[in-house]
């Protein structure tokens, strides 16, 4: 017997056992899930023996098989019952039989119990999970409250979100739309502005440019982009010290400058200011470029404007000087005057003591002269003004100066306004002739030069504004003094016109001969002016406003009128000219009754008042003046003529003195020949021209 031989009964019996066991378990579930009669389970049953039976004798196997619930095998196979086998212990057979029939058993007999166990089972597990399904239920229950809850909540969310939304986006558009008009409005203001108005970056380079910039250089603003300001604004390949764009970056503040630009041709005011990243540091700079050029010249002529109102209340100082020390001067020159007059009329001729006399006579004139040139240039005075033509004055005064003026000086003139016709006063147009052309021979001095002096006939278009006046459009003579002398500088021709300013020596020049020049040609409505520089010579330009359609009055000559014997009241404060005028006055045949005091005059008129044929009266005097003088006069007797001298008075003119009735006003110093033909006049009523 092999091994085979002995392990062949406990394999078969092992295949057996796990064949019934499988079977029957199969079954078991079977019954218990599908199978409701016991019927049916024993036809189940019967059918697994019968598929046992089949399989056990067809097995290659030794094995019996029993009955079911009998204890002993009722059958044996074909291999068991083999000669070469029967040697299996039969015990080991039993033993397996009694184990297969046991495990059947167990398996088999407790089929009610187990069914009701499992149905126990099954009942518990359904009730369980009925419960678990009303738990679940509840859960779902709570859940889909809390889901409905929560949907409803969130819902409400989305809705205030979604209305949050809605109102954001519509604040967006709302937003979006005011950038889009604020933008425009950039745009549209940026372009607007006159002023030329570009941004800059750090390498000069033009970023952005407003139409007024464009326009400027004749360009559109595209292609200004990416040009260098310097080669724009200044014609330069690099930047100007002066530049303020630079000066920006480096310092991060704003700055501003005023030059002229010659590129452009127009003063400019440029102003930066630096242009910030998030983090502070300059990125670039914005430009504005203002034209001043109208600013600048508005800024001339009120500089011109504010030398012309010093220069006037230089004149205005000078003439209040003049006029406290006119009046005394000349009341003193009248005594001096009139005596050395009368002197030289008792000096026999040929005599030193008449020669002495009339050089007295000739200073006193020239002290006559300065008072009046001080009151002339101070426009204290008016003198009495005529048409008359220049012509024949300029050319008779250049004849008188050419022996005055040294040979070494050349004079030219070129007269071409022959019969044009100005309203003047023929002394004082050769005063001015005189002083111009005095100054341009002191000018060239013993070197000599060439002294031009023209005469012509110009329009003025446009309103000329100088430092020394205004000329308005019009016709104008023009009176021109040109030398070849040393010139002047700036400082000098500011204040050429000054009282007694001048460059010449001590003794030399008084510096009243171009301010008197000025206040004559001002109180004419004219100009002067002066074009010099130093080592050029000076060139004076005198224009006198021009006239037509008057005829020039035929001058007479004085002639001295003697009186008749006619009394007259003559009264002044100071005795020494109360008693040279009586003698002038004698001399010339009245009879005068001299008086220093007003109110003594005013008495010894109410006494005879009609003895009196003519009163002459001093304007300025203590206790009842000159007017008011000829004011009582008149009421007593209105037919009293009056005439009233004074050195100097701002309160009164001849115009004034003849509006309040009296006949006729004279200034001082007074002149024997020019009141003998005053007097005559009014007592004979006539109208004759001094």
């Not at 000599?448 to 309103?463: A, P, R, T």
């Amino acid at each position: 017997m092999n091994i085979f031989q002995l392990l062949t009964p406990a394999i078969y019996w092992l295949v057996i056992v796990m064949w019934a066991y499988i079977l029957f378990f199969c079954l078991g579930r079977l019954r218990l899930k599908y199978v409701k009669s016991r019927l049916v389970s024993t036809l189940f049953v019967i059918l697994a023996i019968d598929a046992l039976r089949t399989l056990f004798e067809n097995l290659y196997l030794g094995a019996w098989y029993t009955p079911i619930g009998g204890l002993l095998p009722t059958g044996i196979n074909d291999f068991l019952v083999r000669p070469e086998i029967v040697i299996i212990p039969k015990s080991l057979n039993v033993m397996a039989a009694a184990l297969v029939i046991t495990i059947l058993l167990r398996r088999w007999l407790p089929y009610e119990e187990q069914e009701r166990i499992e149905q126990e089972k099954y009942v518990r597990e359904l009730r369980e999970n009925i419960e678990y399904r009303k738990k679940a239920q509840e859960v779902l229950r709570r859940g889909r409250d809390e889901l409905e809850v929560r949907v409803k909540e969130r819902t409400e969310e989305l809705t205030i979100s979604n209305e949050k939304l809605q109102a954001e986006n519509t604040e967006r558009k709302k937003a979006e739309e005011a950038l889009r008009r604020a933008a425009q409005e950039w745009r549209t203001t940026f372009d607007s502005i006159t002023d030329l108005v570009s941004i800059h970056d750090k390498d000069f380079k033009i970023v952005r440019a407003n139409k007024s910039f464009a326009d400027a250089f004749n360009m559109k603003p595209k292609e200004i982009i990416g040009k260098n300001c310097y080669d724009l604004m200044h014609g330069t390949k690099e930047p100007p010290s002066f530049c303020p764009h630079k000066q920006a970056l480096e310092t991060g503040k704003p700055h501003c400058t005023e030059v002229f630009e010659p590129h452009l041709g127009i003063y400019i005011q440029i102003s930066v200011s630096p242009i910030f990243d998030e983090n502070g540091r300059t990125i670039a700079t914005a430009h504005i470029v203002r034209d001043i050029t109208e600013r600048e010249k508005a800024e001339e002529e009120k500089m011109t404007l504010e030398a012309q109102l010093r220069h006037t209340q230089k004149m205005q100082a000078v003439g209040i000087l003049a006029g406290g020390i006119a009046h005394d001067f000349n009341n003193i020159l009248t005594a001096m005057i009139g005596c050395a007059d009368l002197a030289l009329q008792d000096t026999p001729e040929g005599t030193a003591a008449q020669k002495n006399l009339q050089q007295v006579l000739m200073a006193g004139s020239r002290a006559k002269e300065l008072i009046r040139q001080i009151l002339t240039f101070s426009r204290k005075t008016e003198q009495e003004q005529e048409p008359m033509e220049i012509a024949p004055i300029v050319k008779e005064t250049l004849k008188m100066l050419r022996a005055s003026i040294p040979t070494t000086i050349e004079i030219k003139q070129s007269i071409e306004a022959d019969s044009s016709v100005i309203m003047a006063n023929p002394t004082e147009v050769q005063q001015v002739l005189v002083n111009l052309c005095t100054n341009a021979a002191h000018a060239m001095g013993e070197k000599g030069g060439v002294l031009e002096v023209s005469l012509m006939n110009v329009d003025i278009e446009s309103v000329i504004i100088t430092d020394f006046g205004i000329l308005q459009e019009g016709s104008y003579l023009k009176l021109s003094v040109k030398d070849t002398g040393c010139g002047m500088d700036g400082e000098v021709m500011g204040r050429i016109f000054e009282p007694f300013f001048t460059t010449k020596d001590v003794g030399k020049g008084t510096g009243m001969g171009l301010p008197m020049v000025h206040g004559i040609v001002e109180s004419y409505g004219g100009l002067i002016t002066v074009d010099s520089e130093p080592g050029k010579g000076t060139t004076f330009n005198v224009f006198f406003p021009r006239i037509y359609g008057v005829d020039i009055p035929e001058t007479k000559s004085l002639e001295v009128v003697c009186g008749r014997g006619e009394l007259i009241l003559l009264v002044d404060d100071e005795k020494p000219i109360v008693d040279m005028i009586t003698q002038m006055l004698q001399r010339l045949g009245y009879v005068v009754v001299g008086e220093t005091s007003s109110v003594d005059a005013l008495e010894t008129f109410r006494t005879q008042a009609d003895k009196f044929d003519l009163v002459i009266a001093d304007y300025a005097m203590p206790n009842i003046t000159g007017k008011q003088l000829a004011k009582e006069l008149m009421s007593i007797r209105p037919d009293i003529p009056i005439i009233l001298c004074t050195g100097f008075n701002d309160d009164i003119d001849a115009e004034g003195a003849k509006s309040t009735g009296i006949k006729e006003f004279i200034m001082k110093p007074i002149d024997r020949k020019n009141i003998a033909v005053i007097i005559r006049n009014i007592l004979d009523k006539k109208e004759i021209r001094v």
